[in-house]
């Protein structure tokens, strides 16, 4: 068996041969089936090197052969891209993974990738499609995102660590601080539906992102609606991300417990992100599994990653161009 720890390096291989190694899935002698290449941005405290995120680009590359898997990263080291989870000005953030996805030499000249966001990686994922978008996302896959934002920040618990509890420090100097609001990730994500006057006001991510604001940024629309899929799923005894119902833009009313649906908000019915659109063309998927926060089985990841990342007919001009040459192998 493979080591996990070889994979990176083995997987720009298997991608420059998949025209060869997918053969036998053709339908057709002229048309080439292939896996996309595969972005994914991972949550909270996680950071590119754990085994976790191995194990899942792992289960990805077994479902569907010869995708080739990208983990963003922040910072040249773990620690660093871990402490990326918590702090930073999430703008900054972004326009950095813009610029690594977009000089990445296999996705770069990949005809589109595909995403996969756990947790925040999903809302920041959908921020890439809507500011930058090269190269471009197919079908964007969010598991447990805050894509309404939090009403409540999570607690580090018994078992915090220095960085939860740094920014549990800095979030004591008030949440709409600019000095916050520049530092701690995720107050960027923060929004109350009591406090909507604060959040507009003062929101450095979420605000901006949704389109909330009086001035709407068409480009965000534009770049959404050229996705094929947006399947959101959501965890059904989901306890970590206040309210659970973020995950699929739900709003909920924390007093009564009343969730308005997406589809019930103004951000759907005046089409601020192109959703409805997608909807429309039945290009949105709400879906749920069972467990708490990012308590996802091998079972349902692996049939995400079937149904949504999938080999595609690749056309004759989007044909790759020999990637392999870069990688010193
Ligand atoms: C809209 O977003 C795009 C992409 O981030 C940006 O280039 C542009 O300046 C924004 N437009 C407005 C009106 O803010
Ligand atoms: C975050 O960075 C962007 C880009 O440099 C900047 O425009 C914005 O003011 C910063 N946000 C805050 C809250 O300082
Ligand atoms: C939540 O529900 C209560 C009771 O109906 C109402 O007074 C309050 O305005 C609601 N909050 C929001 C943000 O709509």
Request: hydrophobic fraction near 40%.
């Amino acid at each position: 068996m493979r080591s996990l720890l070889a994979l990176p390096l083995l997987a720009p291989a298997i991608f420059s041969c998949t025209s060869a190694a997918l053969l036998p899935l053709n339908a057709h002698d002229d048309v080439e089936l292939t896996p996309l290449p595969l972005v994914i941005w991972h949550g909270l405290g996680d950071d590119y090197g754990r085994e976790g995120l191995k194990a899942v680009a792992k289960l990805a590359e077994e479902t569907n052969p010869g995708t080739y898997v990208h983990i963003v990263k922040l910072g040249n080291t773990a620690d660093q891209d871990r402490e990326a989870t918590f702090f930073g000005n999430v703008t900054i953030q972004l326009e950095q993974v813009c610029a690594q996805l977009a000089k990445e030499p296999i996705l770069s000249t990949a005809p589109a990738v595909n995403a996969l966001g756990f947790s925040q990686g999903g809302q920041f994922l959908r921020a890439y499609i809507q500011r930058c978008n090269f190269p471009p996302v197919r079908n964007l896959v969010t598991f447990g995102s805050q894509h309404n934002g939090i009403s409540k920040f999570q607690s580090c618990g018994v078992r915090g660590d220095w960085l939860c509890r740094g920014s549990e420090a800095l979030l004591r100097l008030g949440r709409w601080s600019t000095f916050v609001q520049s530092r701690v990730v995720p107050a960027q994500y923060f929004r109350d539906p009591e406090e909507i006057p604060q959040y507009l006001k003062h929101s450095n991510f979420l605000a901006d992102i949704n389109n909330e604001r009086e001035v709407k940024n068409e480009t965000y629309k534009h770049n959404l609606m050229k996705l094929n899929k947006f399947a959101m799923y959501v965890f059904e005894d989901d306890v970590t991300v206040v309210p659970k119902e973020s995950g699929f833009f739900g709003e909920k009313n924390m007093t009564t417990g009343h969730v308005t649906p997406l589809k019930e908000r103004t951000l759907y019915k005046e089409d601020w992100l192109g959703l409805q659109a997608l909807d429309n063309q039945g290009k949105l998927d709400f879906r749920t599994v069972p467990g708490e926060h990012m308590q996802v089985s091998e079972k349902n990841l692996a049939s995400a990653f079937k149904e949504y990342f999938g080999p595609i007919e690749i056309e004759e001009e989007f044909s790759i161009q020999s990637p392999v040459l870069v990688v010193q192998n």
